[in-house]
């Protein structure tokens, strides 16, 4: 079952406190995302890769960090420098070319108290 | 700055009610036009427009795009509950994978 999984589903940690979101895809797409969203608004994107070992910042990257040192992973650091962390995360992928249509996952709760 | 601009912000309606959410864009070279429905998670895709005037099916909703107005309508018809939702709309520009998403209209469907 091809798709993409993100991990933890609600995660909870302190303030100062650096921390790592998961995404995973094994749909073999190449472009990868990052969004944040916040209550009553739409997606803002944070970080994007469109191909292992290279990734751009979106619109919102200060206090976040990114890698993909794999086709199939992106994970994210929200490190204590992000001022409001606490959101929604999504991670998306694509596979690019004519194709646009974003596949999802399932998205990080994070609260930071 | 490319800015896409999504109305309403919020919409309750009653079941068997037809609703009509509204999407208009501006951004330099754009490709396409997507539409996405978000119940409590991940976005689900809708429909994918990029050219003017066809309508897009998919039993009970539709979506049109008027590529000269810049903008894109969502019609669902004889609602239901369980269209209760954030429906998005994306825009996609020419060379970038990257979306341009709208904040989304709140839709509730009361029975």
């Known amino acids: 079952d091809g798709g993409i999984t993100q991990s933890p589903k609600y995660l909870f940690r302190k303030e100062g406190q650096n921390v790592t979101l998961s995404c995973e895809q094994n749909l073999n797409h190449d472009a990868m995302y990052w969004y944040r969203q916040d209550p009553g608004q739409g997606l803002r994107l944070i970080y994007y890769s469109q191909i292992v070992n290279d990734f751009q910042k979106g619109d919102i990257a200060e206090g976040y960090s990114v890698s993909r040192e794999k086709k199939e992973s992106f994970p994210l650091t929200v490190t204590s420098a992000q001022k409001n962390p606490t959101a929604f995360y999504l991670c998306?992928?694509?596979?690019?070319?004519?194709?646009?249509?974003?596949?999802f996952g399932p998205g990080t709760r994070l609260t930071v108290t | 700055e490319d800015k896409v601009v999504q109305s309403p912000l919020s919409l309750v309606v009653h079941e068997g009610d037809t609703v009509t959410l509204n999407c208009s864009y501006e951004?330099?070279?754009?490709?396409?036009l997507l539409w996405y429905k978000q119940e409590k998670k991940a976005p689900t895709f809708l429909f994918m427009l990029t050219s003017s005037g066809i309508e897009k099916k998919s039993g009970r909703l539709s979506s049109i795009l008027d590529k000269k107005e810049l903008s894109s309508i969502l019609n669902i018809t004889a609602t239901q509950t369980g269209d209760s939702a954030i429906y998005l709309c994306a825009v996609r520009k020419y060379n970038t994978d990257k979306l341009i998403f709208g904040t989304g209209t709140r839709l509730q469907v009361f029975p």
């Open positions: 998306a992928s694509t596979s690019g070319g004519a194709n646009d249509e974003q596949y």
């Open positions: 951004v330099t070279n754009f490709r396409s």
